[in-house]
């Protein structure tokens, strides 16, 4: 008889130092230093609170499939539902769920667990959704990609411990959720993970332009147990015209700085089929690679 995976099971140590977790749909790399040493202990912790995490989200699924502007009462909730509802009701976009930021909150409650217990540098990364958690001094790089599946990165950001970015998160044409835009990312730093995410979504999906090579479907049609019933999402785009690709990454943007001037996030990246912009906000933190 095959053996039943156990939580254990779902916790591996890597040779660098740092701890995989691969439990249900979650695959989240946790690695923390103080200094130059790596604590495995610490990571460890959050791996298990990653798991915790995903048991009251599975709870709550009914809640979180709804849309965020309807829901109230979020003290009601476990921690990690309501850090979700609150950054998409702070993007005010009433076809956004809770879910638009799964990723990012459950990287911030592993990332603020384990900041709360010690180490000097922290990186949670759920699935390119990213929460960083930095002390004095300490510096975090992190690469951006022009696409979600390219096999490297194409730019790289520089984060201190000055700059209060805690959350890096893309969005985009085959990522793991839906969008209705046609970026192939869009990439958003912001104070929290939970705020990158929620954001990164937006601005992806406000790449949405009207195109003969552009095929919508309803999300239903795809995943029937979809959070985005009677929603139209991108399933696959053809070549564009130049003025088709700058029209969805000015859009794309102009939402990116209307975001930036709110102060919900710090800046942004987007890219439409080879064309990449970014907010002003950006140009002293990207280097090319």
């Not at 829901?71 to 509802?85: A, D």
């Not at 990287?107 to 759920?126: L, T």
């Not at 209705?180 to 869009?186: E, F, P, S, V, Y």
């Amino acid at each position: 008889m095959k053996r039943k995976k156990t939580v254990n099971d779902s916790i591996q140590f890597l040779s660098d130092g740092s701890v995989w977790v691969d439990y249900g749909p979650m695959r989240i790399w946790i690695r923390v230093w103080e200094g130059d040493r790596t604590l495995i202990p610490l990571a460890k912790e959050g791996a298990q609170l990653a798991i915790s995490v995903l048991e009251d989200l599975a709870r709550f699924l009914h809640v979180i499939k709804r849309k965020s502007l309807e829901l109230k009462g979020k003290k009601s909730f476990p921690e990690v539902v309501q850090r979700m509802v609150e950054a998409t009701q702070k993007m005010g976009e009433a076809d956004l769920t809770p879910l638009a930021a799964v990723a990012g909150a459950v990287s911030d409650m592993v990332a603020d667990f384990i900041f709360a217990r010690g180490g000097s540098k922290i990186i949670v990364d759920n699935g390119g959704d990213i929460a960083i958690r930095l002390r004095e001094n300490e510096v975090a790089k992190v690469g951006i990609k022009t696409e979600i599946e390219a096999p490297k990165p194409a730019y790289l950001l520089s984060i201190d411990s000055t700059m209060n970015i805690g959350g890096v998160a893309t969005s985009g044409l085959g990522g793991r959720s839906f969008t209705k835009g046609i970026a192939q990312a869009a990439t958003v730093v912001a104070e929290t993970a939970s705020l990158a995410d929620a954001a990164a979504t937006t601005i992806g999906n406000f790449t949405n332009i009207e195109d003969s090579n552009i095929l919508r479907l309803p999300a239903e049609k795809i995943y029937p147990d979809t959070d985005l019933k009677g929603e139209w999402v991108t399933v696959e785009v053809g070549e564009l015209s130049q003025e088709k690709i700058g029209e969805a990454l000015r859009a794309g943007l102009s939402k990116a700085d209307l975001l930036v001037q709110k102060g919900l996030i710090k800046g942004a990246l987007v890219s439409v089929q080879g064309k990449v912009g970014w907010t002003d906000s950006m140009n002293s933190w990207l280097t090319v690679l």
